[in-house]
């Protein structure tokens, strides 16, 4: 156990981070105002016609905030004209001009509209990964440059009475914060408080910042740490939280889930952008989904939970919230520690257990061949409760039992038993290689302790039955560290009667939250009338990925597009995935731009990124090895490139 300066008003039960209040036009963000939605324009911001319509689809979908970007001086200007037709239609939703490395371009759009967002990492610098050791003289010269660069734009918005977001981005801190601070969670705070500490030494104090990475540990990291270096200087800067390049469709969403999701369990954020690589106005009903299972109306369900210690301001934790390792537990068979976090599917509800059923979780028995094709999202346990299984098993799955049916088997080869807390104990038949044990956060009590302390062949299940139960549980890992238990622990999560949506994204920011602290060696979820197996295995597997848990497929760092973007993102996207989805464990970035593009290369193993109408670079890493490609030969000169470098492999 340690202590850790806090991040969070409370880790065992939801309560909000009390931030200021910022005017953005007639609205406010933070304070006891409520989380509010916003997402950002895919059109051309010179095409006044198209851009007003699709901010009409995004706001009419329950967008709040409305940005579009503005690259240089003349989008900046026709902001103006766009929002003169929207007030006309009826919209008086306040607009923010997304700016990167122009600063006439911001200083004219605070004068016209609610908003801008800077990046710290260009808008007084330029990026060329280059490595620079300065003295603290030289240093302070560079920061010297920055106020001068700055001050303009700040003077502005204090003027007119313009909000803005100092908005850092993972992909985009400056050669200068890279060379003195590392790509580290401290960098990006560090960055965003240079221009704090600018508009403070103003008297402007109207801002919202934002911690962004398309990883989700290193941006969960970052806001942590960002309220932390708050809390410690006597700030309460509203939050914007955002995953960037999520990508599309479930694993998107899942990403998206997963470390959003992790910050409002914390307590944290006060706007939410889903970024995802679609049309903005399907960005909405996914942010809104999310924040609202946040509600007052859903929170009261909470049951409370047992406070943790605290010394000196400190919290006693046994992880570190700022630095991901994983939790330290004994290998029980294939479970726990070096072993990927297993997954197991549930099935005790199946009347009927046969070969086919095993197909919604990655498990295809062929009959003429005789044979089962496993795929790389198969789970690695079934629970099947009291059923029985009457046909020759994969030989990488094991079946789990409710302990009496599993006694009554002859010779139980890769199968379980579940007992239910002391039940284990008082059992004359366990399994010699591994048994699980169910337990809830009420059955860790010193007895227990004292006997599963000399347990070697059992895995925990940690289960709550709370609607909101990561704190429940994260209370539960807490407690068996402070006890010195170290065998496995499989989180449990329980679902019923929700949509397939709720379910989805509610798993994900539950159990990507614990995933995230490097608590839990493996998932079993359990849904009744809300998702079907298939669904839930892909979620599952999907919360591992976003985590950064377990790889079981290609990951797409896919930007969200906006007004920048210089190809047809969503249609490259798809050619890239049909292409390349089969690359167990690459990282693929696709960018629109070169905003964020060389930065979040990276974190890929290969980038694709828009450089000119109908030019494309591709990336190793953060090496560009091909410039000026035509779009139309990309794609095949980017699976060339994979091929070059030995991490291609043909489908089967």
Not at 279 to 284: G, K, L, Q, V, Y
Not at 357 to 383: H, Q
Not at 384 to 393: G, L, P, R, S
Request: hydrophobic share 35%; charged share 25%; proline share 4%.
């Amino acid at each position: 156990m340690n202590l850790y300066l806090p991040y969070s008003n409370s880790l065992t039960e939801y309560k909000r981070f009390l931030t200021r209040e910022v005017k953005c036009g007639d609205i406010g963000i933070g304070g006891n105002n409520p989380i509010r939605l916003q997402s950002m324009t895919t059109t051309d911001t010179m095409d006044t016609k198209a851009t007003v319509a699709q901010s009409i689809r995004m706001i009419e979908a329950g967008c709040e905030l409305v940005r579009i970007t503005a690259p240089s001086i003349n989008e900046a200007k026709n902001l103006e004209v766009i929002k003169k037709e929207l007030v006309a239609a009826g919209y008086q939703t306040p607009l923010v001009a997304d700016i990167h490395f122009t600063p006439n371009a911001a200083e004219f759009a605070a004068r016209v509209i609610e908003k801008v967002r800077v990046n710290p990492g260009n808008y007084a610098d330029k990026k060329k990964f280059e490595e620079i050791e300065y003295t603290d003289s030289a240093y302070e010269q560079e920061l010297d440059r920055i106020r001068q660069r700055f001050t303009p734009l700040v003077k502005i918005c204090k003027e007119y009475g313009t909000a803005m977001r100092i908005g850092t981005n993972h992909g985009s801190l400056s050669d200068r914060i890279l060379s003195r601070y590392g790509d580290t969670p401290l960098g990006m705070v560090e960055s965003a408080f240079e221009f704090l500490r600018i508009c403070e030494d103003l008297n402007y104090y109207n801002i919202v910042i934002s911690m962004k990475a398309s990883n989700t540990q290193v941006m969960v990291q970052a806001y942590r740490l960002l309220v932390q270096k708050m809390i410690e200087t006597n700030r309460n800067y509203p939050l914007h939280l955002g995953v960037t390049e999520a990508g599309d469709g479930e694993d998107g969403r899942i990403k998206s889930a997963v470390g959003i999701g992790t910050l409002l369990e914390d307590g944290l954020g006060d706007t939410v952008r889903v970024s995802l690589t679609e049309d903005p106005e399907f960005e909405i009903p996914v942010a809104k989904a999310l924040v609202d299972r946040y509600s007052i109306e859903k929170l009261s369900k909470h049951v409370p939970i047992e406070s943790l210690n605290t010394e000196n301001g400190k919290v006693n934790l046994s992880y570190n919230p700022y630095d991901y390792q994983r939790r330290n537990s004994n290998s029980v068979l294939n479970i726990g520690g070096h072993n990927v976090p297993r997954i197991i599917a549930d099935f005790s509800n199946k009347e009927a257990i046969t070969p086919a059923t095993l197909f919604a979780v990655g498990y295809n028995y062929s009959i003429p061949m005789d044979k089962w094709n496993i795929n790389d999202i198969a789970c690695d346990y079934v629970y099947v409760a009291d059923n029985t299984i009457n046909f020759e098993i994969p030989g990488t799955l094991g079946i789990i039992y409710n302990s009496e049916t599993w006694k009554a088997i002859e010779n139980p080869v890769r199968q379980f038993p579940l007992f239910c807390g002391e039940e284990f104990f008082k059992s004359e038949q366990t399994h010699p290689l591994v048994n699980f044990i169910a337990v809830t956060k009420d059955v860790i009590t010193k007895e227990f302790v004292d006997k599963i302390k000399k347990a070697t062949n059992v895995v925990l299940i940690a289960d709550s039955f709370n609607p909101y139960a990561m704190p429940e549980l994260r209370r539960l890992f807490i407690s068996l560290s402070e006890q010195g238990i170290k065998l496995p622990v499989i989180i449990k999560r329980n679902y019923k009667d929700i949509s397939e949506q709720e379910f989805q994204l509610g798993s994900s920011a539950e159990i990507g939250a614990l995933l995230l602290d490097g608590l839990g060696d493996g998932i079993w979820i359990k849904q009744q009338n809300c998702a079907s197996p298939q669904l839930t295995n892909s979620t599952a597997f999907g919360i591992l990925q976003a985590t950064r848990t377990r790889i079981s497929k290609t990951e797409y760092i896919s930007c969200p597009s906006c007004g920048r973007t210089l190809f047809d993102l969503q249609e490259t996207t798809a050619k890239i995935r049909e292409r390349t989805d089969h690359l167990k464990g690459i990282k693929i970035g696709i960018m629109g731009c070169i905003v964020n593009g060389p930065g979040e290369m990276a974190d890929a193993d290969y980038g694709y990124v828009g450089v000119g109408v109908g030019k494309i670079s591709l990336y190793k890493g953060k090496e560009v090895v091909k410039k000026n490609v035509p779009s139309e030969n990309a794609v095949n000169e980017l699976i060339d490139l994979i091929k070059e470098n030995r991490d291609w492999v043909e489908k089967v």
